[in-house]
């Protein structure tokens, strides 16, 4: 399977883009250009929630190959995206509890591929990304060193709307953070979701007020926290322990 994104090249392209239903990632705007065929572009972006930039023509110019852009440049997912209801059937073809890894605006690349590496060797039913963090890129399918393949992706909009969404069908959530309680005095068994915060910020408020649980995990050395992949592999491995010895 490929791993090289899709970049949309002009008006007539991107707009055609949107309306054969792919799904873009980014749009780049030159700044300043707000014509009418523009501001259609940019309506059917706001529609599906595309996270736009606006930048200047060196930049255009650079993101198009230097082809001849007409102001507006879009990127589209390298893979396409599942839905939260592919998650739920992969845990019912696999007869398990759902285990689901949710990212709370997890922006770099790198880390979100290794999460659904992680998620994928610790039997996860699937990662559920918010819509405006980093998408499906070629870097994230190369780091996920072909995960991707097999590992469902469903991104969401409103990551706090899906976990109440998820919890009215028996799912319940536990997040990391220094300041809750010892892993493994947790109850990690059973249809759970997995909260990974953002690389700088952690969990947002809004988010960890959903959680039933917040684990921390033992550290022994001179800093106080973990790349965002790493403790994804820590936590998901510790559920992966307790499920195993139910």
Request: include cysteine; charge should be neutral.
């Amino acid at each position: 399977m490929a791993y090289e994104e899709c970049t949309v090249v002009g008006r007539n392209a991107v707009m055609e883009a949107y309306r054969s239903g792919k799904t873009i990632d980014k749009l780049f705007i030159l700044d300043g250009c707000q014509d009418g065929p523009i501001k259609s572009i940019l309506r059917e972006a706001r529609k599906r929630d595309t996270l736009i930039k606006f930048v200047s023509k060196e930049k255009l110019d650079s993101l198009s190959f230097h082809e001849k852009h007409q102001g507006v440049v879009a990127i589209a997912a390298a893979y396409e995206y599942a839905t939260v209801e592919d998650l739920f059937k992969k845990a019912e073809e696999k007869g398990e509890a759902p285990f689901f890894i949710l990212c709370d605006e997890i922006e770099d690349p790198h880390n979100l591929g290794a999460i659904i590496r992680t998620a994928n060797l610790a039997g996860a039913h699937g990662v559920i990304p918010k819509r405006r963090a980093v998408g499906l890129t070629s870097t994230v399918a190369k780091v996920s060193a072909g995960a991707l393949n097999y590992t469902p992706v469903a991104r969401v909009t409103n990551l706090s709307r899906t976990i109440d969404e998820l919890k009215d069908k028996g799912m319940w959530f536990v997040c990391g953070d220094m300041g809750g309680e010892l892993m493994y005095d947790l109850n990690l068994t059973g249809s759970i979701g997995l909260i990974i915060g953002n690389e700088g910020n952690g969990v947002s408020r809004l988010v960890k007020e959903k959680c039933d649980y917040i684990a921390s995990i033992p550290m022994k050395g001179d800093i106080d926290s973990l790349n965002a992949s790493v403790a994804t592999g820590v936590l998901a491995f510790e559920i992966v322990r307790q499920r195993m010895g139910k």
